[in-house]
Every structure is written in C-alpha cells, then in structure tokens.
C-alpha cells in the first residue's frame, strides 16, 4: 500500500524539528491533504501540538516499550493513502536511542516504517560546515547492536532552521547539494516565533489558548521558505508497506483476589509459566522474544476481556492531567473498557457508576491552586478509593493522590508564542500575553486528596529520567507477583513518606515501594505505591506494550463489578 510518509530528525533537541512538524502539518492541511501525525519516543506534549496543527490525534512510535511489529501495525492502522500524507516528528538527535545506541532512536523508528528522513539542521552562523555535518550523517551508521537494523535507514533531504534570509539559505544549499548530494527544501527564518518550554518540555497545547491560530500564521510564514512540493515527492516516492494488522487479543484473569486485603496477605506467586518473558535489555524490543507473552497456565479457555460488558473507566483528563498516549485509550476500548472523561480541576465530583479510575500524569504542580480550591472533587474521589474503588494513577496522578503538594515558586504565564520587537510588528502574531488564568504558585503545600499520607514535593533538578524494567514485588491489580514490563520516567518531584505508622490505617504496612526498576546500564531504585484498590506510581506504560496489565487491570475492574451486581442494579 502506497502510504506517503516523512520523519523528521535532527542533530540534537531544540534543533527545530517540533516548529518544523507544525508548520508541515499545518500547511499540508491547507492544501487539502488528509494529514496523519506521529511522534517518536514518549512524548506526551508534542502530540498536543500536532492535533492542535492539523486536527488529528497524534500517535506515539516507541521501539523500546512496542514491538516493531506494534509499531507498523500502529502506523499501518492511522496513516492516510495517497494523496494523503503521514508526518513523523523524531526524538533527540537522529541516532540517539537507549544509552549509546540505536535502539529507540529516530534512525530506528524510521528504518522500521522504510519512511524517508529529513534531517533539520540549525544552521545559525553557518556555511560549508553544514555540509560536513550533513555528510557525517548522511554516512554514519552505528554498529549493529541490539538487533537494530538500519539498512533501510534514507537521508532523503536537508532542512536549513534559524537561518538569516534567502542569502544565506543558498550558501548552504550550494554547500550541501554540492558536496553531499542531499537535496535541500528550504529553510526557517531565525525571526519565526518560538514554542514556549516548561521544565518537562514545550507547553501543552491546553494551556495556549489560540494556538490554532498561531499556528496557522507560523506556517504561513514558514511555507513560503519551504518547497512542499519536493516534501510531498519525496513522501509519495517511499516504498510500498505492509504490515500485519493490530490484535487487541490478551486476556487476563483476577490474579489478585482482593479478598486477600481483608488480611493484608500477598497473593502467592504463581509461577514463572504465569509470568510475561521480559528478557534482558540487550535484546531487541521490536523483534525478539523479550516481547512474547505467556498466557496463565490455567488450563481453561478465557473469555475475551473485548466480549464481555464494558468496565466503566473514568479517566482524568483537563489541564492539569494530560499525559495520555492516545493509543492507551484506544487499546482500553478495545479490551472492553467505555470511557469517561472527567476533570478533578472543573467537575464537582466523579461520574456515576465508575467501576475504575485511571489518573494520568501531567502539571498538577502548575495548577496546584485549582485543585486545593476543588474540595468538592477531591472529597468525592478520597471517598471512592478509600471504599475500594480501583484506580490506577501514574507520576502526576501519584501528586495528586498524596496529602499535600509543594510546588516550587514560579511565575505567571507567558504568551503562547515568544516575540522578538521586530516580530511583534509582524502581521497576525500576537505581541501581548495571554491572560495568565492559572493562579501563580506560593512557596507553600497545597492539599490534595490526601489518599496516601505521603508528601510530594516538586524539586529544582530531574529525579528520574529514562527506559527502565519495572518487576512488581507484590500480586496487585496490575497483575501477580514477579510480573515484569517496560516503562519510562521523567519527573522533578519527590515522595516523602509520613514518619510513624499512620493511625486509623489498618494497611499501612502496605504503603510500601510496590515496583523494582531498573535501568538498562544497571542502576535501580524502587517505587509505587499501593493502598486497597489503587496502585500509584512515576512509571508511565504503554499500554500495548504490556498487554497483560491493562488486562489485569480491567479484569479486577471487572470483577468487583460482578461481586456488586448481586446486591444492586448498575447500568454503564
């Protein structure tokens, strides 16, 4: 099938590939083409910016927690035909992936999806030095390891980013074409406003009100520096694909009996025959058999969590808690959960008849203000969980279950785009800030739910950053014992346990670190959080990449719901 495709890949971050997809994308659904993003690596901010730009979801493509075989059959699934066109925006640097290599790096992703790679290059004060950088390049490839193979791997064409104008622009084409043979498609002018940063990247698209028409005015700017038509050649000029279609086929049992927390027991190990195959971490995630499941050695045929009713999972999703990989919710949906969205920051409390709660990450520490003033919702939720409603919760999600949250000192928002004075003349560009609707944050704790004792505490340096192998210690909801699965990290805040045993909590002895990670050059901490039904953690999981949790988790949803449907009537 013929699926018209770019990647776009630079020599480092902040290079200019996310202003760069923008105005691509922006620009391509002007001319009427049905557009399709993606994003390499796990980014959650990006994706909000690419729907903001063209319309569509934005998917993740990550070679270190999805098979290849995931990840082709992701893209297979939402990119257009021609005419249309799917815009792969990359991460970091074109070869950087796990540690010093390849695996998960952009060059990956792309040799995977046979999609041809633009490489954008910061040009700023630069001539025939550009070429050498492209060549390096265009040349290099990494010894083979970890089973990544790059032999499809294309440079297809050169992007020239902070450049001064068409003068300089033809030196360095002049440079490149000349000695490395690469076309060149133009460039962006170092006067093209600039995407506000935060301490975990850009600024999500939710906080920029009006970015959809600023994005419109950046492309038009950037599309007259930029030769679509040689872009959109290139794309229809990629291979034909194939890949296998996407399965939704795990099925899970209960492998938690929650009766066990009557006694506060762990459930017993139930075997390696019963646990997922994680492998080591020089293996290849995209083709080896680290990424082979087990089904539980039960003997009796399961029944598909997709053909049984639907779990009504509520999922948190406003501001402050926006960090989804959108396939997460479409492989809940396809394992038989109907969703409902709700926002602790605007509703009064929870949706009825939940029969489980998924709390994503995101800037809790930003709107800490709005979710200390909602005690209407943070009452209803403490209530839900504390009478045994299910939940699962991940880094920004943790915040928000714990007693109090300190932010650190920060001021009022900026405007969506930064401006230069020249810029501010500038037709259509917004000079003025945007009216800051988010409180500015005191040297102060701010109450959340109070779900767990515990404190978090946002901190001026990066705490965990990266890839790791979780293994749970305990049976939980997310499955038994010993149950391995790949995850990533990235936070700037701490937990800090209560001192003492808190009263009245006839669990605390549970309150203790429910995951052992591990990173791929060996260095390990322990982490999560689990109290009756809900597990808590920094961990954030692709949900497809560890089929069996979302199962396990859906199943025990389930289950409780089965357990109440004898004493009261429920409709979902």
């Not at 083409?33 to 979801?57: E, N, S, W």
């Not at 009100?209 to 794309?235: C, F, H, N, S, Y």
């Not at 008849?353 to 709005?370: K, Q, R, S």
Request: hydrophobic share 40%.
């Amino acid at each position: 099938m013929n699926l018209p495709r770019l990647t776009l890949a630079a020599a480092r971050s902040g290079a200019g590939k996310s202003t760069l997809a923008l105005v691509l994308l922006a620009a391509m659904r002007e001319r009427g083409l049905d557009v399709q993003p993606f994003k390499a690596g796990p980014d959650y901010i990006d994706p909000t910016l690419h729907r903001a730009a063209c319309g569509r979801p934005s998917y993740n493509l990550d070679a270190f927690l999805l098979p290849g075989r995931a990840i082709r059959g992701l893209f297979l699934r939402h990119a257009p035909p021609a005419p249309g066109l799917s815009i792969i925006e990359g991460v970091m640097g074109l070869y950087d992936g796990l540690g010093a290599g390849a695996l998960a790096s952009t060059a990956h992703i792309a040799a995977l999806l046979k999609s041809p790679v633009i490489l954008v290059v910061d040009a700023k004060g630069q001539a025939l030095s550009a070429a050498a950088l492209v060549l390096g390049f265009a040349r290099f490839r990494p010894k083979k390891e970890n089973g990544v193979n790059l032999k499809s791997f294309n440079l297809a064409g050169v992007i020239f980013n902070r450049i001064a104008g068409a003068g300089q622009y033809a030196l360095l084409r002049r440079a490149v074409e000349d000695n490395c043979g690469i076309p060149c498609l133009g460039y962006l002018a170092n006067a093209l406003p600039t995407l506000p940063q935060r301490h975990l990247g850009l600024v999500p698209a939710q906080e920029m009100p009006g970015l959809e028409a600023d994005i419109r005015t950046l492309a038009a700017l950037g599309g007259k520096t930029l030769d679509l038509d040689g872009l959109i050649e290139i794309a229809r000029a990629a291979p034909d694909f194939k890949a296998a279609p996407l399965r939704a086929d795990a099925a899970a049992p209960c492998l938690w009996d929650p009766a066990l927390r009557k006694t506060g027991e762990f459930a017993a190990d139930p075997g390696e025959s019963a646990l997922r195959k994680a492998g080591e971490f020089a293996a290849d995630p995209g083709e080896s058999a680290l990424r082979k499941a087990e089904g539980p050695a039960t003997g009796k045929k399961q029944t598909r969590l997709s053909e049984r009713p639907p779990v009504c999972l509520g999922i948190a999703q406003d501001a402050a808690f926006s960090f989804y990989y959108q396939d997460n919710f479409d492989y809940l949906r396809e394992l038989g959960a109907r969703i409902i969205f709700f926002s602790p920051l605007r509703d009064s409390s929870l949706p009825p008849d939940l029969d489980g709660v998924f709390l994503g990450g995101g800037f809790p520490e930003i709107f800490a203000p709005g979710l200390e003033d909602n005690r209407s919702f943070r009452s209803s939720l403490l209530r839900a969980l504390e009478d045994g409603l299910p939940a699962y919760a991940e880094c920004g999600g943790l915040l928000y279950l714990c007693k109090s949250l300190t932010p650190l000192p920060r001021p009022a928002n900026t405007a969506p785009f930064l401006l230069t004075k020249e810029e501010e003349g500038t037709p259509g560009l917004r000079g003025s800030s945007a009216p800051d609707r988010v409180r500015a944050t005191e040297d102060r704790a701010y109450a959340m739910c109070g779900f767990f004792p515990h404190a978090a505490q946002m901190t001026p340096r990066l705490q965990t950053f990266g890839y790791a192998r979780a293994r749970l210690r305990a049976a939980c909801p997310l499955g038994p014992a010993q149950r391995a699965f790949f995850a990533h990290e990235f936070h700037y805040s701490r937990i800090v346990a209560p001192e003492g045993k808190p009263e009245g909590k006839s669990d605390a002895a549970l309150f203790f670190p429910l995951m052992d990670m591990e990173k791929a050059d060996g260095r390990a901490w322990s982490g999560g959080l689990w109290k009756k039904n809900t597990v808590a953690g920094y961990a954030h999981l692709y949900f497809r990449g560890c089929p069996e949790v979302a199962a396990s988790f859906l199943a025990f949803c389930r289950a409780l719901r089965e357990g109440k449907k004898k004493r009261e009537g429920r409709a979902c």
